[in-house]
């Protein structure tokens, strides 16, 4: 069982906006952790989008979503999202949100994360 949940997936036309959000389980203290957001398109690998620190007040973005997406969280809510906007047929992706105990500056690589969610697809076109 996940001990993150993501949510707020599904079609959109190109331009348009998405929220997505990540929850912890009861037992997982999301608030005690960065919280990085990847996706994964067909026919390719897991990239990592963005991070944010376990107080929300770093945030990292990888190039191609920079001015488009926002990350933020709740921690009163143990809840962290990703606000998509401008999307584009190539955001097309499956989206997982993940956790991390190690303090980064940047993305960083899926393996310095220590739990995942199961995904939420992201399907942009007209």
């Known amino acids: 069982q996940s001990q993150l949940v993501e949510s707020g997936g599904g079609l959109v036309q190109p331009g348009g906006s998405l929220r997505l959000s990540c929850a912890g389980s009861?037992?997982?203290?999301?608030?005690?952790?960065?919280v990085g957001w990847f996706r994964q398109a067909p026919g390719k690998e897991r990239e990592g989008v963005c991070r944010i620190s376990v107080s929300g007040g770093a945030t990292h973005y990888v190039d191609s979503v920079k001015g488009r997406f926002t990350v933020s969280r709740d921690n009163a809510k143990k809840m962290v999202y990703l606000d998509m906007s401008s999307l584009k047929p190539e955001d097309t992706a499956i989206y997982y949100c993940a956790a991390s105990w190690r303090p980064r500056s940047e993305v960083g690589d899926e393996s310095e994360y220590d739990w995942w969610g199961q995904g939420t697809q992201v399907t942009v076109s007209s």
């Open positions: 009861d037992e997982f203290r999301l608030d005690y952790y960065a």
